[in-house]
């Protein structure tokens, strides 16, 4: 990154060391010139034919290749349509990629009609405007116009009174957009342009055109003309941060939020993004350091941030998501039940297997309260399975008739059913008194087991 920066840099001075060079070489080339004589214009070409050819290159002064240009104001007698060639240029639709070909034929111009500077500086006055009652027709082509008032003036097309009318303009586009900043597109190539300021301390070639008292003026009205777009910055960040609050809500409460409300939200996200990009590079050309903006969160975005703070701060050791550390080794760690369990517990350990249509299922039994050996239930052997339904609504019937059964029970112990094949060994040491309730679901279950 600072590479990067170092590069931007780098190429901001060379480009303003071309450009400062440029302007020293057109102000001495004007200051050496030496205006048309009479004679030197009877030489020249002054057929009507050339003439009104040139002014036709003019209007279109973008779309015609520049040395053209040149090579027709060496040839071709204009001293009598100055006036119109400064109202043709003023009134042109010029690109702003196309200034400098401008300038370059402006002061080529100057350095053959002395007239020429002062008729296009008047033009200029009509175009621009000064007072606070005048209204901007065309912002795109006032872009232009200030940045080509401003270019003429640094290579000497325009003298003091060039300057003066530069102030007039800046002025007005600063002193009467306060609220708004619908100016900014216009101001930000001007600063760029004059270097009112130097950037990160950065000493930049100067030229002594614009005097300081001069540049100070502009620096003073640019700095408050930045002062009120840092404000209208935030507010339109807290409005954003207002919006982006209500929507999370509706989507913590609701499940989502309004359609509108999005769209309102990206308008004015938009709007604020521009806003911002141009206080940057206001500041930037300033040499002031930009305030720092804090925007809300979006969901997403703190869910991110929350992830990658927490992973951090785990992976550090700051924080732990365990309280203390047997918690720790309780969820971490794989315990052996049977180092908990007391020894006695596992005096006798069998296993019972059941064969559900030949899947068997082994379910270890521990402790001396119940004891079996293993039990085999085929579902293939239907005499068993009958005798076992059969035996089911019987023992419920004597339930229900006898309440001593659970005297009869006790007293019994052990073998409830046996078959030929398939027995049942010593299902419970005893039954303890419980009482015939509990009896009665062990003896259901027991019996479920076998259906």
Not at 24 to 29: E, T
């Given at each position: 990154m600072g590479d990067v920066m170092e590069e931007r840099l780098r190429t901001y001075i060379k480009e303003v060391e071309n450009r400062t060079k440029c302007q020293?070489?057109?102000?001495?080339?004007l200051k050496d010139a030496i205006p048309l004589s009479e004679e030197q214009l009877r030489k020249m070409d002054s057929a009507l034919k050339r003439t009104t050819a040139f002014m036709k290159k003019l209007k279109n002064i973008g779309c015609i290749q520049l040395a053209s240009i040149l090579q027709d104001v060496d040839k071709v007698n204009l001293s009598k349509f100055v006036e119109e060639m400064t109202t043709t240029i003023a009134e042109a639709k010029i690109k702003y990629s196309e200034v400098q070909s401008v300038v370059t034929v402006c002061v080529h111009l100057s350095c053959y009609y002395s007239e020429f500077s002062s008729l296009l500086l008047v033009e200029f006055r009509k175009l621009l405007p000064s007072k606070r009652s005048d209204k901007i027709q065309n912002p795109s082509k006032l872009r232009v116009d200030i940045r080509l008032l401003a270019e003429l003036c640094l290579h000497g097309v325009f003298g003091k009174e060039g300057v003066q009318l530069l102030g007039s303009a800046v002025s007005f586009l600063t002193l009467t957009d306060r609220t708004e900043h619908i100016n900014i597109p216009i101001l930000l190539p001007f600063c760029k342009v004059?270097?009112?300021a130097s950037t990160a301390n950065i000493k930049l070639p100067e030229t002594s055109v614009i005097s300081v008292d001069y540049k100070k003026t502009f620096a003073q009205l640019l700095l408050d003309y930045r002062v009120s777009l840092v404000e209208h910055i935030k507010q339109d960040l807290f409005e954003m941060n207002q919006l982006l609050l209500s929507i999370k809500r509706q989507t913590r409460t609701r499940g989502d939020a309004s359609a509108e409300?999005?769209?309102?939200?990206?308008?004015?996200?938009?709007?604020?993004?521009?806003?911002?990009t141009s206080g940057i590079q206001l500041s930037e050309y300033l040499g002031v350091e930009m305030e720092t903006m804090k925007e809300e969160q979006s969901e997403d975005e703190e869910e991110e941030v929350s992830a990658l703070a927490l992973s951090r701060a785990l992976h550090e050791g700051t924080i732990t998501v365990w309280p203390d550390e047997d918690t720790r080794q309780f969820y971490e760690t794989r315990m052996e039940l049977r180092q908990l369990v007391p020894a006695i517990l596992f005096q006798s350990v069998d296993t019972v297997t059941f064969l559900f249509h030949g899947m068997s299922v082994d379910a270890p039994v521990w402790g001396h309260h119940i004891y079996t050996t293993r039990l085999d239930i085929d579902t293939r052997t239907y005499f068993s399975a009958a005798t076992i339904i059969i035996a089911i609504p019987s023992a419920i019937k004597i339930f229900n008739?006898?309440?001593g059964l659970s005297n009869i029970l006790r007293a019994a112990r052990l073998d409830v059913m046996s078959y030929d094949t398939h027995y049942i060994v010593a299902?419970?040491?005893y039954f303890k008194v419980y009482g015939c309730l509990r009896y009665s679901l062990c003896f259901l279950f027991m019996i479920a087991l076998y259906v």
């Open positions: 020293l070489d057109d102000r001495k080339k004059m270097n009112v409300d999005r769209s309102h939200l990206e308008e004015i996200r938009a709007r604020y993004e521009k806003i911002l008739c006898v309440g299902f419970s040491l």
